[in-house]
């Protein structure tokens, strides 16, 4: 502005908290885009991967719940005043009481049969065989449990699709969510849709507030804000550590609370913009055979690669 | 409300086998995993929350240093950034603010008290004990030498107007209430809490 051309008028025309603004707490899922990123992310990690078979699988998951997703269509999300009702005590998909409408079944079925096996392993088929033959109590009962989070070891592989069914299911219902009556949780590690935990962190070069660490959850894909620096475990501070595999990129890293002993995965969007969640996560497995040999705990699970 | 199980789990090369990587049939990709992170080990980066040291806006940093502490080894700050979690700069830092690495290894940092003599040109390193001794033997001088016990109507001001000072603004409420009331007891008028830009 050229000065002496206008009157100054006492007005204040720019911005007022000069661009500084606070990072949106929760961020819910798009599952038109949630599972084909994903199965693109893996798609392109496999490629001289020591696990690409492994990958490469996992990859044709995402791309059958893509589908799943597509041919499911938005679900009856609670409506918004008894979806607030339930917020003041509890999260509103809360997956410990949330009561599964038989779709999810629906779902599981059209997984495993569109799911594109290819060179997998003959484990994998008799796996996908015996589930598809389990009906409707044995698919219910492993529902249960894959959401309890203590599958029994015959289950771990049949787990797998449970749980892939069921973040189909999540994600479709967490969409609809009231986003902005949507609360963090007291224990801020864990999901404020459905009260899950999370598969890893991401850390934003984008968005409002560049640098802002995102949880996003292992079910139903909602992310929420965590402050960095701050164990996702057990909230404290004093000895936590970034570890990365020296030499590389720095992009994914294991952020270990020697406070709890445990340590959650960290993907910097600053060393890869490509960054999915779930996909880095199975992909950074070394990581976690690292972490795991000198003896820290994983925070959870991903249900995708479950140990017994 | 019963949330989730957390379920910690150690994941190490010899237990993937009883994983979903073995129940599916992918034991083999299990194995060259284990096998390819053998050579690897993982280097350890402290990250550390702080207040920027220059100006009373006080924005939070986070401090990046090599090695974590519990092992003992010697640290050295790598990197500084915003701190995207703190409410006043939310991750943003001004110039001098995303210049402080620098100034942390600067080569020209202040690390000790120096003295320039009178009459000399060049600063001597020198300790603690004579740089607070000969400060208070100068400030006990110009006082005794310019207090103002009374003004020109006789009322009483005790003030000492010809020293000054400029203390820190990152320092806690708790600091700044004692340079306060430890200036001010002696008199002086010329202070500020606040490094101002």
């Known amino acids: 502005m050229r000065q002496g051309q206008m009157l100054f008028n006492g007005k204040w025309t720019g911005n007022p908290h000069g661009g500084v603004k606070a990072p949106q707490a929760v961020i819910l899922p798009d599952p038109a885009t949630r599972f084909s990123r994903t199965a693109t992310r893996l798609a392109a990690l496999a490629a001289g991967h020591p696990m690409a078979e492994w990958l490469d699988f996992m990859a044709s998951l995402a791309r059958a719940q893509h589908a799943v997703a597509g041919v499911m269509g938005p679900l009856g999300s609670p409506s918004r005043p008894e979806a607030e009702d339930v917020i003041e005590v509890t999260p509103p998909i809360a997956a410990s009481v949330h009561r599964r409408a038989p779709i999810w079944r629906e779902g599981l079925a059209l997984l495993l049969d569109g799911i594109d096996i290819g060179p997998a392993p003959a484990l994998a088929r008799l796996v996908i065989e015996s589930l598809r033959d389990s009906g409707a109590d044995g698919q219910e009962a492993l529902a249960d449990s894959v959401l309890r989070g203590s599958v029994d070891a015959a289950d771990v592989g049949a787990s797998v699709f449970t749980a892939a069914a069921l973040q189909v299911y999540f994600t479709r219902l967490a969409e609809s969510l009231p986003v902005s009556s949507l609360r963090l949780l007291p224990r801020r590690g864990l999901c404020p849709s459905c009260g899950s935990t999370p598969v890893c962190g991401v850390v934003n070069e984008s968005g409002e507030v560049r640098g802002a660490r995102y949880l996003h959850c292992s079910l139903c894909a909602t992310a929420w804000n965590h402050v960095r620096a701050v164990c996702i475990t057990c909230s404290q501070s004093r000895s936590l550590a970034l570890g990365a595999i020296k030499g590389d990129s720095g992009a994914a890293r294991v952020e270990i609370c020697g406070d709890c002993g445990t340590y959650a995965k960290m993907f910097y969007q600053s060393g890869d913009l490509d960054v999915d969640p779930v996909a880095d996560d199975l992909a950074t497995l070394s990581l976690d055979v690292l972490a795991g040999e000198e003896g820290w705990s994983r925070h959870a699970s991903n249900p995708l690669l479950r140990i017994r | ?197």
């Open chain 2, 1 to 197: 409300m019963e949330l989730r199980r957390r379920g910690f789990i150690k994941l190490t090369g010899a237990g993937l086998a009883a994983s979903t990587l073995g129940a599916l049939g992918f034991g083999p990709s299990g194995e060259a995993l284990a096998a390819a992170v053998r050579p690897f080990k993982l280097a350890a980066t402290t990250e550390t929350r702080n207040t920027c040291s220059y100006c009373a806006v006080a924005c939070g940093i986070l401090v990046y240093s090599a090695g974590d502490r519990a092992k003992n080894a010697k640290s050295n700050i790598i990197h500084i950034e915003g701190d995207p979690d703190h409410p006043v700069n939310r991750g943003t830092l001004c110039p001098k603010g995303s210049a402080l690495l620098d100034v942390v290894h600067a080569p020209t940092r202040l690390e000790q008290p120096k003295y320039r003599a009178p009459g000399s040109n060049e600063f001597k390193p020198v300790s603690w004990d004579f740089a607070l001794d000969r400060i208070a033997r100068l400030m006990k001088h110009d006082r005794d030498a310019n207090f103002i016990a009374r003004n020109a109507n006789g009322a009483t001001v005790n003030r000492w107007l010809t020293t000054g000072m400029l203390a820190a603004s990152a320092s806690s409420t708790e600091t700044a209430y004692l340079t306060w009331k430890t200036v001010r007891s002696m008199g002086m008028l010329i202070f500020d809490n606040q490094a101002r830009v």
